[in-house]
């Protein structure tokens, strides 16, 4: 559900034949070329998923944290333990202007070939704490709503808001994850001020790029 979160993961299926095709090169054509207001700060990276320098970073953070529900590790989101091996491809965008803690808002995507799609979040992950060194963090989510069930939003869809507040700060994550032709898309939208409008305005920008070139 955000950036501290888990489940064991299922397995995963072999990714649908359009999108095994394109390998993981391919996959960055998929992804956002540009966020308004924004700059490109990583990316596009392409590769196994699990090995992406992305990916492994963000692992090395999931494990540097203790959660007081350990099973909301990475519930609802793209579990990059569950698609390791698929082909994959990440971008990350940020605002130029900045807080004290680093950008004001910024924008990651992910793109992984593969026929999975995670489960829904068990109801005692709406809330729960993790603690990183001596920071205790805790973290309050509530669903994305429409559209993300709405026709046109991809075969399966789920969206989290996640408000995050720990040693002074406060920051909201905006998630949604969509499954589309054997593709599966992460979308992260993290700042002071994320409001459901903007992770939802977000997701159709990326979802029309995929089904532009998914055709």
Do not use: N
Request: net charge positive; charged share 15%; proline share 8%.
């Amino acid at each position: 559900m955000c950036v501290v979160l888990g489940c064991s993961p299922p397995p995963v299926s072999s990714p649908a034949p359009q999108a095994e095709s394109r390998g993981a090169g391919g996959l960055t054509e998929l992804l956002l070329t540009h966020v308004d207001g924004m700059r490109r700060v990583y990316g596009p990276e392409a590769g196994a998923y699990g090995q992406l320098h992305a990916t492994r970073a963000g692992l090395q953070a999931l494990g540097a944290a203790r959660l007081d529900k350990p099973e909301c590790r990475s519930s609802g989101q793209l579990d990059a333990r569950a698609v390791a091996g698929a082909p994959g491809a990440v971008v990350s965008f940020a605002t130029p202007s900045a807080t004290a803690s680093g950008p004001a808002r910024t924008v990651t995507q992910a793109v992984v070939a593969a026929d999975w799609f995670p489960g829904p979040p068990p109801a005692a992950c709406a809330r729960y704490t993790a603690t990183v060194g001596r920071e205790r963090i805790a973290y309050v989510t509530t669903p994305v709503t429409a559209p993300v069930t709405a026709p046109g939003w991809g075969q399966d869809a789920q969206g989290f808001l996640t408000a995050a507040a720990g040693g002074g700060r406060h920051t909201t994550i905006g998630s949604v994850v969509v499954r589309y032709r054997g593709v599966v898309m992460s979308l992260l939208v993290v700042g002071a001020t994320v409001k459901q409008a903007d992770v939802v305005r977000q997701t159709d920008l990326a979802l029309a790029g995929l089904r532009r070139v998914m055709v």
